[in-house]
T-cell receptor, first 116, second 118 residues
Framework: GDSVTQMEGPVTLSEEAFLTINCTYTATGYPSLFWYVQYPGEGLQLLLK?????DKGSNKGFEATYRKETTSFHLEKGSVQVSDSAVYFCALSAPVSNFGNEKLTFGTGTRLTIIP | GAVVSQHPSRVICKSGTSVKIECRSL??????MFWYRQFPKQSLMLMAT?????????EQGVEKDKFLINHASLTLSTLTVTSAHPEDSSFYICSARSLAGFRTDTQYFGPGTRLTVL
């Protein structure tokens, strides 16, 4: 079955440091790939997504590139801020029926803490 | 836009009682809503997919008689945990997918409901 493996946390970085959170996946066919972020006390929010190989998703300074050859979708940010502290989830979506009810399969989440 | 709410945000109940959790899409219509369960320090596990006006589709290992799902309108889905037991204590999260766009694959998540069964 489909699965997502992401870097275990917690990850603690200083402000302005470079961030990488690794994510690899296993899926049949050609899934869409996502990064979701969960800020303290809030629901998951879509951070970025990519729907086909070599696509780059980007938002709020975060980027991730869909690498089919390595089945990866690593999240990066060049200079993190305290406000980026949250839990980050990598996920994939693959169609399971003709009705388009694509299911999301999540990784375990990576807790990121940025210290001033 | 694309706000999803859940009510209640936190509930504590006695073993053997039933608890209903509501999931609402506030500013869009959702043909499909999803219910997830999240254990501490673990990922979200899909429990069921709910389509408006039809029966929910449950994932393998999820008891449909235990977790009753009703999706009566395009903005409301409910999850009822029947005869709750301490092992049902968890964080329950819903998501909704907008009608806009063919085969749109973006789900919008609610803030979650913390259920504690004593």
């Amino acid at each position: 079955g489909d699965s997502v493996t992401q870097m275990e946390g917690p990850v603690t970085l200083s402000e302005e440091a470079f961030l990488t959170i690794n994510c690899t996946y296993t899926a049949t066919g050609y899934p869409s790939l996502f990064w979701y972020v969960q800020y303290p006390g809030e629901g998951l929010q879509l951070l970025l997504k990519a729907t086909k190989a070599d696509d780059k998703g980007s938002n709020k300074g975060f980027e991730a590139t869909y690498r089919k050859e390595t089945t990866s979708f690593h999240l990066e940010k060049g200079s993190v801020q305290v406000s980026d502290s949250a839990v980050y989830f990598c996920a994939l979506s693959a169609p399971v029926s003709n009705f388009g009810n694509e299911k999301l399969t999540f990784g375990t989440g990576t807790r990121l803490t940025i210290i001033p | 836009g694309a706000v999803v709410s859940q009510h209640p945000s936190r509930v504590i109940c006695k073993s053997g009682t039933s608890v209903k959790i509501e999931c609402r899409s506030l500013d869009f219509q959702a043909t499909t809503m999803f219910w997830y369960r999240q254990f501490p320090k673990q990922s979200l596990m899909l429990m069921a997919t709910s389509n408006e006006g039809s029966k929910a589709t449950y994932e393998q290992g999820v008891e449909k008689d235990k977790f009753l799902i009703n999706h009566a309108s395009l903005t409301l889905s409910t999850l009822t945990v029947t005869s709750a037991h301490p092992e049902d204590s968890s964080f329950y999260i819903c998501s909704a997918r907008s009608l806009a766009g063919f085969r749109t694959d973006t789900q919008y998540f609610g803030p979650g409901t913390r259920l504690t069964v004593l």
